[in-house]
């Protein structure tokens, strides 16, 4: 599954090739890609037919084309989703779910999903809190790259959960983007377990671990976005090589980078957590 870091590279990549052009047709190859436009692929098509792109943005894990009629094309890319650039004399993907041609006959859009857990859809544009994103993210929270985070409020709301540190990272509506893997890299380095209980962390942890959050991800971004899957490619078709340098994540029985001591895997929200036993300790039990 692409995290923010993989989701920001599709989107800059993408967006140096879509700004300002105007689509000329859709065409909808599998029904499944469009499932979630619940009025269907001809109206689908139909309304995107003839407007302008005007920007790609993206919050947390979500990704959208603001069109020029006040709508938004959402794209989820699910597990195996791929945004690709493409000319039009290249030969189609073998898994092309929806093809976008432009009126200036120039290279095509092209989603191309093996597994179909991905899709289009569009969505209006609304304004939340001084920015204009797609209804279907209004109830999203800014994510700790968004040049409007408050990791200072973020960090006082944080501390206001009562329940564990990793369990509040991941829900959206705090802070968004914050997946399984970023969550556990942001806690190995502020030496957190994360089952700490949010409620009793000092403010200097709580902004600590956002922080470390917002960092780990720039360090993707930097290395090209992280790559576990071998589906997952950016708009170029090259994959990301981050997961060389995680600390934590994936590395279950291999030494801590910071103390030597093997790394231990231990399940959590059905999922895997990686951390060290020595510099991340487990919380004692809470009191009553
Ligand atoms: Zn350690």
């Known amino acids: 599954m692409p995290e923010l870091p993989e989701v920001e590279v599709v989107r800059s990549g993408v967006e140096q090739h879509l700004i300002g052009r105007t689509v000329a047709a859709v065409e909808v190859l599998h029904p499944r890609a469009v499932r979630r436009h619940v009025p269907g692929a001809a ?33 989820h890319l699910g ?95 705090l802070v968004s983007g914050i997946g399984n893997i970023y969550a556990d890299e942001a806690l190995w380095r502020v030496k957190l377990h994360g089952t700490r209980p949010a409620d009793r962390l000092t403010a200097a942890q709580a902004r600590g671990v956002l922080t470390a959050a917002a960092e780990v991800m720039a360090d993707a971004l930097r290395a090209g976005g992280t790559s576990f899957d071998a589906l997952y490619v950016n708009v170029n078709g090259e994959s990301g090589y981050f997961s060389r340098s995680l600390d934590a994540y994936g590395r279950e029985g291999e030494p801590c980078r910071r103390c030597g001591a093997p790394l231990v895997r231990e399940s959590f929200m059905n999922r895997s957590s990686f951390s060290c036993p020595s510099c991340q300790p487990k919380p004692r039990a809470r009191r009553r």
Do not use: C, N
């Open 43 to 75: 109206d689908f098509t139909g309304r995107l037919v003839g407007t302008k792109i005007m920007a790609v943005r993206r919050r947390g894990k979500y990704l959208w084309f603001d069109l020029s009629d006040g709508d938004a094309v959402l794209a």
């Open 79 to 173: 597990m195996s989703g791929q945004l690709l650039v493409q000319p039009p004399e290249v030969p189609d993907e073998r898994h092309l779910r929806v093809r976008v041609r432009f009126a200036d006959a120039g290279p095509e859009l092209r989603f191309v999903d093996q597994r179909t857990f991905g899709g289009l859809s569009l969505a209006e544009l609304v304004e939340v809190d001084g920015t204009v994103v797609p209804t279907t993210v209004a109830h999203i929270a800014r994510d700790p790259m968004d040049p409007l985070f408050d990791v200072a409020d973020t960090a006082r709301r944080l501390r206001s959960r009562r329940t564990e540190v990793k369990r509040v990272l991941l829900d959206q509506t």
